[in-house]
């Protein structure tokens, strides 16, 4: 009878035994279950914000093309400009059409635009923790490098506008305010009485010049060249987020 009852009590046991490790199975695959679910979501979420980052960096890369190219046109033209003030005080032919050219040119000669790229996505995707989200390495390193140049860019644009305020002051020895006659229509005063320089000393006049020359060798130099590196590292980017992320 006692060992009957002992063998009863250990098939009970044993049946118990079972249904624990059979709840503990249910269990674990439940919590597994639900914890590889929440990760496919996390990783659905996180790549769906990436789309959103891509998508709005895009839009914020074609905006910026098409002020760099603005910008270029821009400098170039003012470049254009100062060689041409450049000439006109070498030759130093101080006649009224001389001299009206050049109180024309010192309106636009030594204007600053400067460099107004859009920094909406750029800002999130390095302050938000964005950057973790783009899986893409060489993405990445296109988005870093067209930081890299915006940058280098801004803090030579400094340098260089530095430079004109330097000959903006030198200007205002050479000419006279008095002779324009409405400057937002770019006119001069041209009657009997007609424009005249400040001073024709040459040694002031050629300080001009090389204030000129250095500023028109900064821009050639420098800020032509880095508007060209940014233009280039945007349109790759953009190509490679076309055709990576299907944006539009």
Known sequence: MEVHHSHHH???????????????????TAVTLGFFAENQREHYI???????YMQSLYEDLKKD??????????YTGQMNRIDTTIELFRA?????????????LNLTVLGNRG????????????????????????????????WHWQEYAKAYFATTEELKLKARERSYFIFNQFFYNDISRYKVKTA??????MTYDKMVLMEYVNRLSHIKNS????????LDQILSSATILLND???????K
């Not at 996505?121 to 870093?144: C, Y």
């Open 65 to 74: 093309t098409t002020e760099l190219s603005t910008l270029k046109r821009l």
């Open 10 to 28: 250990g098939g009970h046991q044993t049946k118990k035994w079972k249904e624990y490790i059979t709840e503990f199975l249910m269990l674990f």
């Open 192 to 197: 009997k009485k007609g424009a005249q320089l």
């Open 92 to 104: 130093a032919e101080w006649n009224d059409s001389t001299l009206t050219k050049l109180y024309l």
């Open 115 to 146: 460099l107004n790229l859009m920094e909406r996505t750029s800002v999130q995707l390095q302050n938000a923790g964005g950057m973790r989200l783009i899986q893409n390495a060489k993405i990445s390193d296109e988005i870093a490098n067209y």
């Open 241 to 247: 987020l076309k055709k990576e992320y299907e944006v």
């Open 219 to 226: 821009i050639k130099n420098q800020q032509l060249y880095q």
């Open 46 to 52: 996180e790549h769906l914000r990436e789309k959103q």
